[in-house]
Structures are given as C-alpha cells and as structure tokens.
C-alpha cells in the first residue's frame, strides 16, 4: 500500500482536498479528527490533558475552547501537551494504516498538519502540499468563528512557511484555483503515485510540480 503525506499551512484546504481523494478512492485519515477521537470523554487524549489541565476536561471530555484559551495564556506548556498527546496521535495513525492495509487499500492519504516540521516525509512514499495565496489563505482563517489575526499568526509561527512546503513537495496543489482544478489534480496525484515504478525523486533533481 502507497502512503502520501497530505500537508499545508492553515487555510490551505487540507480538508477539503483530503475529501477529494477519498472520492478518488483512496483509504484516509485526518490528524485533526483523530485529536478529536481521543479527546472524547475517556479516552486516552482525554486524560492526558487531565494530567495537564484539569479545568479543560468536562463530562464530554476535553473542550478544546478552554484547552486553546490556556494555552494562549501558558504558551510555554504546549511543547508538554504535544509531548503526551503525539504518541497518543502515532499510535491512532499506526492503527489506521494497518487496517487500511487489511482492507486491501492500495492507497492511503494521510492528513497531517506538521508533516515536515515532526520528519514525517520520511515515513512516506509521497507527499502533497495544498497552497494558495496569502490573501485567500487569510480570508479563509479569518472567516472562522473566533479567529483572529493574531491567532493566526500564532498559528503560522508553529509552520514551516508555505514557499519551502512548496519546494519540498512532490506535489503541489493550488486550492485557490478551484474545486475543479483541485479534483483534476488530485486524480493526476493518484494516477502517478498509484503506478507500479512510481518513486520519489530526489529534491535537488526535482521538477515536478
């Protein structure tokens, strides 16, 4: 089974496109929805952020509102809290990835947000970065409920930066052009990865794009 690395910055429109492939055929897993899987009341997200911040877990579980309001108020605790939820996301990811492959998936996509920050290209066999332009990107993030410029800010400030995502894909789509554009590009991303000789060319004799 192909493993591709699905990345891009907020706003990019990950899961937009992650959607796409599933559509294409593709066996999927979100990086965000399993966070959310494991923050439900008792499970393993749950009582790992317990032993962080108690206030933040309720009867439902982890309510990532008052998780994200003390964090911009303890910045210095988010290297902790990622340190006791990552393994936890590894484990959920790992699990996905084998049953896909006892499903007989030829192809999975894996959504993952800090995929080159955390050296994740490495366990992949191709990765895909979704762009757009700094003013769509902007217009997109700040039209969520909640979300400020600062925010995103604080947001972008953990990403490497949209131009060396793009340099360092094997793929680059670009959300900004359309849904159409997008889907055609997702098909091309599966028809190559999905062919029996397909490898990923060393970047410095890169040109595909």
Do not use: C
């Amino acid at each position: 089974m192909r493993l591709i690395g699905l990345t891009g910055s907020i706003g990019m429109g990950k899961s937009t496109t992650l959607r796409m492939f599933a559509e294409a055929g593709a066996a999927t897993w979100d990086a965000d929805q399993a966070v959310h899987a494991l923050y439900r009341a008792g499970q393993s997200g749950a009582e790992a952020v317990r032993t962080l911040f108690p206030a933040a877990v309720g009867p439902n579980g982890v309510d990532r509102g008052v998780l994200a309001a003390w964090l911009s108020g303890h910045p210095d605790r988010l290297a902790e809290l990622e340190a006791a939820v990552h393994p936890l996301v590894a484990d959920h990811r790992r699990e996905a990835i084998e049953a896909a492959r006892a499903k007989g998936a030829g192809l999975m996509v894996l959504d993952i947000p800090l995929l080159f920050e955390t050296g994740g290209e490495a366990a992949v066999d191709a990765v895909v970065v979704v762009s757009a332009s700094p003013e769509i990107q902007a217009e997109r993030v700040l039209a969520r409920p909640g979300m400020t410029r600062e925010k995103m800010a604080m947001v972008l400030a953990r990403q490497a930066p949209d131009a060396e995502k793009r340099t360092r894909a094997d793929f680059v789509i670009d959300t900004g052009l359309g849904l159409d554009h997008a889907r055609a590009e997702v098909q091309r991303v599966v028809d190559e990865v999905s062919k029996p000789d397909w490898r990923r060319i060393p970047k410095a004799a890169e040109t595909r794009h």
